[in-house]
C-alpha cells in the first residue's frame, strides 16, 4: 500500500483568510514533502521534512507554514494567500533507508486563492 | 545547477506504436532517475525507476535507460495504448540531497 492522503481535494479562500492543508500516510515513511504545481508545470519543491524535523526550505514566502506533528501526518498552514497561490499542493513522502528514496504522492490540493 | 531537461514538449503516436522521452542532466552525482505519470487531475503517480548503477529497467511495456557518461536518460513505451496519454515528468535526486528535482513535462498523445 503506498498511499499519501490529502484533505481538502479542494480549497477556495479569501486573501485574509487562514486555512490548513493536510496530509497523512502510514507507509511507516520518515521523510515527508510538499510540493507546488502550477498548471502545465512541473511540481516545484517547498519543503521537506526529514524525520519530523524541517530539513529543506526552499526560500517559501512565510505565508506558507508547514508543521509536522508526528512521523504520519504533515501540515500546510496558508495564511494571507495571493491569487498567484493558486495551485495544485501535492504531499509526498519516502523512506530514509537504503531501499532507496522513491518518493510517493498524493492526489493533491487544489487551491483557489480569490 | 541542479538541472534536468526534457524533450520533447508533445509527442502524439499512432497507438501500437512506441514512444521515447529523453531527459538530460547536468550533475554527475545524481543517482536516482524516476519517472512519473500525470493524468489530468491527479497526483503524479512512479511509473519507473532506475538507480545509477544500472544501466537498464524494464517493467513490461516500460522501460527506462541510462547512460551515465552521457548524463542522459530515457522512458520508452511499446505498444502504447489509449490509457498511456498523459503527461510524463522525468526527476532525478543527488546523492547528497534529499530531495527530488522534476524535468519540464511531455504531453504525450496516443492516436486511435
Known amino acids: 500500500d503506498t498511499e499519501v492522503t490529502q484533505t481538502p481535494k479542494h480549497l477556495v479562500m479569501g486573501m485574509t483568510n487562514k486555512k490548513s492543508l493536510k496530509c497523512e500516510q502510514h507507509?511507516?515513511?520518515?521523510?515527508m514533502y510538499w510540493y507546488k504545481q502550477k498548471a502545465k508545470k512541473p511540481p516545484e519543491l517547498m519543503f521537506v521534512y526529514s524525520y519530523e524535523k524541517l530539513s529543506i526550505n526552499e526560500s517559501v514566502p512565510s505565508r506558507f507554514s508547514p508543521e509536522c506533528p508526528n512521523s504520519s501526518l504533515l501540515n500546510l498552514h496558508l495564511h494571507a494567500l495571493q491569487p498567484e497561490d493558486s495551485a495544485l499542493y501535492l504531499c509526498?513522502?519516502?523512506?530514509?533507508?537504503?531501499?532507496?528514496?522513491?518518493?510517493?504522492f498524493g492526489e493533491g490540493s487544489w487551491l483557489t486563492v480569490v | 545547477g541542479e538541472n534536468v531537461e526534457q524533450h520533447p514538449s508533445t509527442l502524439s503516436v499512432q497507438e501500437g506504436d512506441s514512444a521515447v522521452i529523453k531527459c538530460t542532466y547536468s550533475?554527475?552525482?545524481?543517482?536516482?532517475f524516476p519517472w512519473y505519470k500525470q493524468e489530468l487531475g491527479k497526483g503524479p503517480q512512479l511509473i519507473i525507476d532506475?538507480?545509477?548503477?544500472?544501466g537498464e529497467k524494464k517493467d513490461q511495456r516500460i522501460a527506462v535507460t541510462l547512460n551515465k557518461t552521457a548524463k542522459h536518460f530515457s522512458l520508452h513505451i511499446t505498444e502504447t495504448q489509449p490509457e498511456d496519454s498523459a503527461v510524463y515528468f522525468c526527476a532525478l535526486r543527488y546523492s547528497s540531497a534529499s530531495k527530488i528535482i522534476f524535468g519540464s513535462g511531455t504531453r504525450l498523445s496516443i492516436r486511435p
Open positions: 550533475d554527475s552525482a545524481s543517482n536516482y
Open positions: 532506475i538507480r545509477s548503477n544500472v
Open positions: 509526498a513522502s519516502s523512506p530514509l533507508d537504503l531501499s532507496g528514496n522513491t518518493i510517493y
Open positions: 507507509m511507516g515513511h520518515r521523510a
